[in-house]
């Protein structure tokens, strides 16, 4: 029996659902939420006549909403099908380095488990990761999830196969959108709390390889408060002597800098430290 739950997302079960899947899914829908915050409420609301199996925040939080043997109630003649995940953020928004990272590590599991093919789906009949816009109106005549995201799919399939994004070139150009990851991300440092600081710290533990085992007491719990081993944490990465931006200094703000370096180490444009 394929796994029904997915063990790095935190189990909220909700009402709307209903009936089984067909088995074996055909693979994963990334939907984009056009908002912002857990869809726990909504989607346990009968009123809303809507679900998703997953959710996924900006900081690359994942909850699970629906298991994956019953039906959520994501793209209407789709739901037998295919596994669903709601993405936090909006349609011409791209998703944060985290996500992208936060999806490969599904879909790589999905290939694992439900033997989902390594391959971008881009009809109803196909097999793969797919769009919700894909399923035209017997989908819902949805435009989910924009062209930003749904062009990031062979992305995901990359990361998902162990390849990483972005690093095929050697040159880089100025301005490309590597370089632009976390550009607009405010200065952090310590006392600062909030949303930011959880995707930070879960961008720290994947750069330092400690993103995935809740007991490695090197981990930086993603409490999205900033205070002496984020410092450390983020002191340790300026001291990186990375081969894009070489030593920054070490005074564990997270600026402009620490955040284009974090952006180029997440693309796989870096070697990681
Ligand atoms: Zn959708």
Redesign the pocket.
Known sequence: MPATRYSSATYRPVRNSSGTMTSPTKGL?P??QVGKGSLFGWFDNPASQVSSHLWLSRSGTLEQYVPFDKKAW??AAGNPFWISV?CEGFPNEDYTPIQLQRLGELYAWGMREFGWRPQVADSVDGFGIGT?RMGGPKWGG?S??GDVRADRRRDILEMALGNKPDARGEDVPEGSDARQRYAGMPTLQEGSRGADVAELQNALNIVFHHETTAGDLARLAPDGEYGTLTTARVASLQRYASPWFGRIGDDGVCGPDTWRKIGYILTGLDRTV
């Open positions: 829908i939907h984009v994501a793209e709601e919700h949805h989910c999830p």
